[in-house]
């Protein structure tokens, strides 16, 4: 008996986009999933799109938000209703190619692993263009610990830091969510939780491949926010005092964390705000200080 993927896809407002998402997962090779839509409160047509999909395929869920809660708070509800053995990502104005899911799957199986990661490819939705970074030749397998991990995301291009901090282009074993909620105060819901996917894990799993699309537009709120805003110091502090309770090498969580609140207290300091300015100075200077 083939096992049950979790197919979460979070909307709001997504009449434009929704279809072509919904279509990319019902066009998958492996068969065996639950797509559960949840609808955020939208005020145009989504909620009408959903049944429409809903009637089309059985295996189409939904669950319709009286208001908007945000897209931590859709993730946790589907995390709630998902029946499935593994939880998979798709955000509504993305998509995924037809062999997605099983290559993901086939990964986890056979490395063991408890999350399997691809990489994506960016589509420019104001000029209709792809940035392709990745080709045949470029494939590659690899397995790693939590802590190894946690280091290989810095200094490598690929996208491969982008890839450990977003939800999608990955699949989880359902159990890794157990005491695992995404964060639901304001913007960062992705920084501050997929760190924490990993830590529960005892292997994971990556291709070097694209078959994952991330659609970038000019109303996305990592191209409309602030460098502060998009780069929050809070994350990384998190992520700090959880690892050095685990005893992890804390060197390039420092680096980043340096690299996050120079962005943040020059911000702050545009935007006049003393306080937090004068905060994230004394931890700076703390650091220099320390030469840590």
């Known amino acids: 008996m083939m096992e049950t ?51 089309q395929d059985e295996r189409i869920r939904v669950f319709h938000k009286p208001a908007n809660e945000g897209l931590g708070a859709g993730r946790n509800t589907s995390l709630d209703l998902a029946t499935g053995d593994y939880i998979i990502f798709v955000d509504s104005d993305d998509w995924i190619d037809p062999n997605h899911i099983e290559d993901l799957y086939q990964l986890l199986k056979r490395t063991d692993s408890d999350i399997a990661i691809a990489n994506f490819t960016q589509y420019f939705e104001e000029n ?42 990955k699949m989880y074993k359902r159990s890794i969510f157990d005491t695992i909620r995404y964060y639901t105060d304001g913007f960062g819901e992705d920084d501050r939780t997929t760190w924490k ?61 340096k690299w996050r609140a120079q962005i943040n207290r020059d911000s702050k300091l545009k935007d006049g705000d003393m306080k937090a300015y004068r905060d994230l100075e004394f931890r700076m200077r703390l650091i220099e200080k320390y030469k840590r």
């Open 5 to 55: 993927v979790s197919v979460i896809i979070p909307v709001y407002n997504g009449e434009k986009y929704l279809r072509q998402c919904v279509e990319s997962v019902l066009k998958q090779t492996y068969s065996q999933l639950e797509i559960i839509i949840i609808n955020d409160g939208s005020k145009d047509k989504t909620a009408l799109i959903c049944e429409q999909l809903r009637h």
């Open 128 to 169: 209709g263009s792809y940035n392709i970074h990745l080709t045949e030749a470029d494939y590659y397998e690899a397995v790693y610990s939590p802590q190894d991990w946690f280091a290989f995301q810095y200094g490598h291009g690929h996208n491969l830091s982008l890839c450990f901090t977003v939800p999608w282009c």
């Open 197 to 257: 996917t990993y830590l529960m894990a005892d292997k994971i799993a990556y291709m070097h491949r694209s078959s994952y699309v991330y659609r970038v537009n000019a109303t996305s709120m990592t191209q409309t926010a602030d460098q502060g805003t998009v780069f929050q110091v809070g994350p990384i502090a998190e992520r700090l005092e959880v690892l050095s309770l685990l005893g992890f090498d804390l060197s390039k969580e420092i680096a980043a964390y």
